[in-house]
């Protein structure tokens, strides 16, 4: 229960005049300083890229798409020949033996159409066992919750591919092989893998040259979008002034751009100063004077908070009155009430999730830390069968929770990239938000 404004301010009050012990926040200043509002003197977008793009575009559809009278009804076919080896896969395993399809094939097939949802069943991987119920050995050179046999695959897999770091002479597979390991395709943020695979697609020597001309041309499009919008962003955050006034928050706005690539970057921004203010600054009295005048949602109300203080909750209105006008433009002004309402959730200091396990089990912190990474491997199996049709909610919610931990595997894997600047970060920013491909 929260203590009375009255009382707060009277606790404030009587703590003027003496010297408040604050936590010590050494977070790495940003690398960036204003280089993305330098941007804003660019040429964005070239009418003529746009042109050569629309071109491109055109002639891969020509390629992918036979001519035919009704778009709908090569959609109709599209979807037919998913199901047809779906069906082929759940009645056919006998003819699927007798065709002789290998392990690629068929381990491409299963991936493919359990990414659109598809229940392929995971026994078609029988047929690469032995006689002791092992996978064989052979396959070595061929390189969801209840399917035993796929963990058993990737066990076999996992040791398979350890050794081609260390075993192939070919350094460039070395390296794929090293990436897949670290960053699976699942767990990969779909455009970072984009831009990291149109290199290798060009190094293979057997690429189409339309098509890689047309991603790449795409890719920059996009990526000068990103810049016109990291642009408004900066001019946004620098007004914030952060770096002086709320020196104790972490300077990353670009950081979280890159994670979201846009949405709401501003709601994430004030999320994270606000999870600053209470972890690494405020005091016990301030954040629940702060953590009242919140639930008031009343500009009138800012006087009685400490000059930093006023500094986010005056952003926090501004940024949530803006989001206000586009939802009311879109008729969906509900969900601007729902994100208010988590918003004034009460919190306080707390500790890590890993010492309240070791807490409460009587573990050590390696124990804990396994325990972890066992409910981090059954999470993953739970998103995956959240996807196969028919599924509980629609579609484009479920990617959205799948996008939301590919980041938190991007940036928390092996280190806290976020707050420490981490490599894996940087690189990311770098090659989404600044370095162009090469045309």
Not at 72 to 97: A, M, P, T
Not at 285 to 308: A, G, H, M, S
Not at 389 to 396: F, I, M
Request: hydrophobic share 40%; aromatic share 10%; proline share 3%.
């Amino acid at each position: 229960m929260s203590l009375p404004v009255s009382a707060l301010l009277s606790a404030q009050t009587h703590n003027s005049n003496s010297v408040v012990k604050r936590p010590a926040a050494n977070y790495r200043p940003s690398l960036w300083g204003d280089r993305f509002l330098s941007f804003a003197n660019n040429s964005l977008e070239t009418y003529e890229n746009l042109e050569q793009a629309q071109k491109l575009k055109e002639e891969v559809q020509r390629m992918l798409m036979a001519p035919i009278d009704k778009p709908s009804q090569k959609l109709d076919e599209i979807d037919s020949v998913l199901q047809q080896i779906y069906k082929y896969y759940h009645y056919n395993e006998d003819e699927l033996e007798i065709s002789g399809h290998g392990l690629y094939t068929v381990a491409l097939l299963f991936r493919l159409l359990r990414q659109q949802g598809y229940n392929i069943p995971s026994d078609v991987f029988n047929k690469f066992k032995d006689s002791k119920g092992k996978f064989r050995e052979s396959l070595i050179d061929d390189v969801v919750h209840g399917e035993d046999i796929l963990d058993e695959a990737l066990d076999f897999t996992t040791a398979c591919l350890e050794s081609m770091v260390t075993a192939d002479s070919n350094p460039s597979i070395a390296v794929q092989v090293s990436r897949a390991l670290q960053r699976p395709l699942r767990k990969c943020l779909p455009r970072l893998e984009a831009r990291h695979y149109l290199s290798i697609y060009q190094e293979s020597g057997s690429f189409n040259e339309v098509l890689l001309s047309f991603a790449k041309l795409d890719f920059n499009i996009l990526q000068r979008q990103h810049q016109k919008e990291l642009v408004y962003l900066s001019w946004w955050w620098k007004g914030l002034n952060i770096s002086t006034e709320l020196s104790f928050a972490r300077d990353r706005v670009v950081e979280l751009y890159c994670w979201i690539l846009g949405e709401n970057t501003k709601t994430i921004c004030m999320i994270l100063i606000i999870d600053d203010a209470f972890d690494a600054y405020g005091t016990f009295e301030e954040l629940e004077l702060f953590t009242d005048t919140v639930k008031r949602w009343d500009i009138n109300c800012i006087d009685q908070l400490p000059q930093y203080m006023k500094l986010i909750y005056k952003a926090l209105l501004d940024v949530y009155e803006e989001i206000e006008e586009e939802m009311s433009k879109e008729g969906r002004l509900y969900r601007v009430n729902y994100a208010k309402e988590a918003l004034e959730q009460e919190r306080g200091h707390i500790v890590s999730g890993s010492e309240c396990y070791m807490k409460q089990h009587g573990v050590s912190k390696q124990e804990a830390h396994e325990e972890f990474q066992r409910q981090i491997v059954n999470a993953w199996k739970d998103m995956n069968e959240e996807f196969l049709k028919p599924t509980q909610v629609p579609t484009p919610l479920l990617v959205w929770i799948l996008n939301l931990a590919r980041v938190m595997d991007f940036l928390y894997k092996n280190e806290d990239a976020y707050t420490h600047l981490g490599g894996v970060l940087i690189e990311g920013v770098t090659s989404l938000l600044i370095d162009p491909l090469l045309l």
